[in-house]
């Protein structure tokens, strides 16, 4: 294929590119995990079925616009990381990832996957992007983390290139690593984001070079990469290499929910820990992510019985 041409400017004609995934691919089933809430300024779905994300890449902001059709997935890009974006689109679709290699054992997995055969584990290669909202979501309820990832990126980013940064669309490109460094103590406290969250990310993004190699490895030593940062522990490098690298085993643990939905699901037992959510994940060696991402599509969670996890809004103290 040849090479996407470049756009002329960010606000002219987009540099395209067609793109036929070797088997069924479902756009929506495949990007979802990088969406971080229904306001993620960096993601987009509209009315005509399109899926818009906004990233900051190698070779600078970039939007990008697909559309499925017939099989065929039609990308069109804006910004000085236009090029950089199309040339990854097969990555980003999940072309490396194999479904054909996991092999249900229980009814409701074979169930789950045989409804979502679309589904593909996408493989970004861009870490700061899906490490920094990982840091904000530790030991929050989601809707505080998806909060400080939007009012971060409104207060601190940039428009995103194209026609997704007007007003109908108000995308933005997360800051660049330097620009993560830079922002006060009194902006982290306003978006509701602590001390040891704030410091987490700042480390991370002054080590920025070092963190994107991660993307380049293989998921345990991308995980020990990221975990060299003091405040990047197990559950976050999970979260963040399963998106960067398309990891199909590196399942999430340490996490409040996901061990009793594994374990309702496979075992009846809703008060399974994370021992034991790995013991019933075994069988499933080399795609565990993939296990637990059809079990929480299954939507097999177990009734709560506790109330919800406790919000508290620094932004107020």
Do not use: C
């Not at 088997?23 to 993620?40: E, I, V, Y």
């Not at 602590?194 to 963190?211: E, F, G, L, Q």
């Amino acid at each position: 294929m040849p090479s996407p041409a470049r756009p002329q400017d960010e606000a002219g004609p987009p540099a395209t590119r067609t793109y036929t995934p070797p088997a069924p691919l479902h756009l929506g089933l495949t990007l979802a995990p990088l969406r971080r809430g229904p306001a993620d300024p960096t993601f987009r779905t509209t009315p005509d079925g399109a899926v818009w994300r906004a990233s900051r890449t190698p070779q600078g902001p970039a939007t990008l616009r697909l559309t499925e059709r017939s099989g065929t997935v039609r990308a069109q890009a804006w910004g000085p990381g236009a090029d950089w974006f199309l040339d990854h689109l097969p990555a980003l679709l999940g072309e490396a990832d194999d479904p054909s290699l996991f092999a249900p054992r229980h009814r409701l997995l074979a169930e789950s996957a045989r409804r979502r055969v679309g589904l593909r584990l996408t493989r970004t290669g861009l870490v700061l992007e899906n490490l920094i909202p990982s840091i904000l979501e530790q030991k929050i309820t989601t809707d505080e983390a998806y909060r400080a990832w939007r009012l971060l990126l409104h207060r601190h980013g940039e428009p995103a290139p194209g026609p997704a940064g007007g007003q109908d669309l108000r995308m933005r490109v997360m800051p660049d690593a330097r620009a993560w460094t830079l922002i006060p103590s009194w902006e982290w406290h306003r978006a509701g984001v602590d001390n040891k969250r704030a410091s987490t990310i700042i480390r991370a993004a002054r080590v920025a070079p070092r963190m994107e190699e991660a993307a380049r490895m293989e998921p345990p030593a991308a995980r020990a990469r990221l975990e060299l940062v003091a405040g990047i522990g197990p559950w976050t490098s999970a979260e963040t290499i399963q998106r960067t690298n398309g990891a199909p085993d590196e399942v999430t643990t340490g996490d409040l929910h996901l061990p009793h939905t594994v374990g309702h699901a496979l075992a009846g037992n809703r008060d399974a820990t994370d021992e034991e959510m790995l013991e019933l994940l075994a069988p499933y060696a080399g795609q565990r992510h993939r296990a637990a991402r059809l079990i929480l599509l299954s939507g097999a969670a177990p009734a709560r019985r506790q109330p919800k996890m406790r919000r508290v809004d620094i932004a107020q103290w």
